[in-house]
């Protein structure tokens, strides 16, 4: 049996949020994105495949041209949220604002209901796991933001690699879609997406898809437009004459994004040729996800 693997991408603006976090203040979005997302776009079409992008509410506010575009190349749009905060970070009212706010403005532009929800930074952690419900009181069918190991500022470690649809515990159900991992040495090892993905070398990520897709399972994948850029991205440039603090910061964001870069075109590339691809709607339109599990969640605040 061939599994077809998920492509996601995470459609927000790098330099947008970084600025936020150096200068503890909003900022428009930088031209980059532009030349980022035609990028990615075009890698994309030449393959012939289909994404899910899962769109920062924030973006698509300021440029709802970039989120039109998307739809008009027939890639799925889902949600990621508004403003880019962790859900751990935030109260079950201003998680419900945020989000409904996001998934309004992205349904306002396409036409289209949204169906699916990534958290920022894969920021759903056993404490928050009552956010799963107010996506289900909101309408989507499902969400993609738990991921299986162990980090500092996300995962869950034992949580079930299984794609499934989950109980909740008022009564409404969700279907959960974690991100891929591989087993090593009795550890869930990320290899999917992201930095873990950039770093990985090729033949150790064909591996690992396919071990996962051997299990039956498919590779759920994470990538954002601004890991396409050709360019050098510069966390400090727009920034008029940045603190000391600032440029610290600026340098060590500088090292991990640019980290790896130069070679994910090529890796996905090969991999889109030697494996098939989807978005999450179209793979859930053919799984069989089995009966309805139940998941104890946490007290929401």
């Known amino acids: 049996m061939v599994v077809t693997n998920i492509l996601s991408i995470d459609l927000e603006d790098w330099h947008q949020l970084v600025h936020r976090r150096l200068k503890n203040a909003s900022s428009s979005p930088s031209a980059?994105?532009?030349?980022?997302?035609?990028?990615?776009?075009?890698?994309?079409?030449?393959?012939?495949?289909?994404?899910t992008f899962f769109t920062l509410g924030m973006l698509a506010e300021a440029r709802p041209e970039l989120v039109q575009r998307?739809?008009?190349?027939?890639?799925?749009?889902?949600?990621?949220?508004?403003?880019?905060r962790r859900v751990y970070q935030m109260t079950r009212r201003e998680f419900h604002a945020d989000t409904s706010r996001g998934k309004a403005l992205l349904e306002s532009i396409t036409g289209q209901e949204v169906?699916?929800?990534?958290?920022?930074?894969?920021?759903?952690?056993?404490?928050a796991l009552w956010a799963l419900e107010v996506l289900a009181e909101l309408g989507f069918e499902y969400d993609s933001s738990i991921f299986p190991i162990h980090h500092r500022r996300y995962g869950i470690a034992?949580?079930?690699?299984?794609?499934?649809?989950?109980?909740?515990?008022?009564?409404?159900?969700?279907i959960e879609i974690p991100l891929a991992t591989q087993r090593r040495a009795g550890q869930n090892v990320p290899f999917s997406g992201g930095g873990y993905f950039r770093l990985w070398p090729?033949?150790?990520l064909v591996r690992g898809f396919e071990r996962v897709n051997a299990t039956g399972l498919p590779v759920t994948t994470y990538f954002h437009p601004y890991?396409?850029?050709?360019e050098r991205l510069d966390a400090l440039a727009g920034?008029?004459?940045?603190?000391?603090?600032?440029?610290?910061?600026?340098m060590r964001l500088n090292w991990h994004q640019n980290l790896g870069r130069n070679s994910l075109?090529?890796?996905?590339?090969?991999?889109?040729?030697?494996?098939?691809?989807?978005t999450f709607r179209e793979y859930l339109e053919g799984a069989d996800l089995g009966e309805s599990r139940t998941l104890f969640s946490a007290a929401g605040r």
């Open 32 to 51: 980059n994105v532009d030349r980022q997302l035609e990028t990615l776009l075009a890698l994309l079409d030449e393959h012939k495949v289909k994404a």
């Open 70 to 84: 998307v739809a008009n190349a027939g890639h799925e749009i889902a949600s990621h949220g508004y403003a880019h």
């Open 115 to 127: 169906c699916g929800y990534r958290a920022a930074e894969f920021s759903i952690t056993r404490p």
């Open 158 to 174: 034992d949580f079930d690699p299984r794609p499934a649809r989950y109980q909740l515990a008022d009564r409404r159900s969700l």
């Open 202 to 204: 090729l033949g150790t």
């Open 227 to 230: 890991e396409f850029d050709p």
């Open 239 to 250: 920034l008029d004459r940045p603190s000391l603090k600032q440029r610290v910061s600026g």
């Open 265 to 278: 075109r090529v890796k996905l590339g090969e991999l889109l040729q030697r494996f098939r691809f989807t």
